[in-house]
């Protein structure tokens, strides 16, 4: 069960994702023709994604996990952004626990 008003990161999160974004672009552009491979190792890699749910309005209830809560969006993590960066890297891994 999703946590309610619950959002990973916040705009901190959303600045860090845009300058790693940003990095991985020009990183693989120098070392395009480079003769090794490239790979890419996020060892906190999660779904991929985060998602924004609104925190619950105040209704009085005992149990707020009866009241509706659907997520508001969904912003991509550093996994999804790397795997839209081109030209691609040759390998992936992705690293996370689970519980």
């Given at each position: 069960?999703?946590?309610?008003?619950?959002?990973?990161?916040?705009?901190?999160?959303?600045?860090?994702?845009?300058?790693?974004?940003?990095?991985?672009?020009?990183?693989v552009?120098?070392?395009?023709?480079?003769?090794?491979?490239?790979?890419?190792?996020d060892?906190?890699?999660?779904?991929?994604?985060?998602?924004?749910?609104?925190?619950?309005?105040?209704?009085g209830?005992?149990?707020?996990?009866?009241?509706?809560?659907?997520?508001?969006?969904?912003?991509?993590?550093?996994?999804?952004?790397?795997?839209?960066?081109?030209?691609?890297?040759?390998?992936?891994?992705?690293?996370?626990?689970?519980?």
């Amino acid at each position: 069960m999703a946590q309610l008003g619950f959002s990973f990161g916040g705009g901190w999160t959303e600045r860090k994702l845009g300058m790693l974004e940003e990095y991985l672009k020009a990183w693989v552009k120098v070392m395009k023709n480079q003769p090794f491979e490239r790979a890419y190792i996020d060892a906190f890699a999660g779904t991929g994604y985060r998602e924004v749910i609104p925190a619950l309005p105040d209704t009085g209830f005992f149990a707020p996990e009866l009241a509706e809560n659907e997520p508001q969006e969904f912003f991509d993590g550093s996994a999804r952004k790397a795997l839209r960066i081109e030209p691609p890297f040759h390998r992936y891994v992705f690293i996370e626990k689970t519980a």
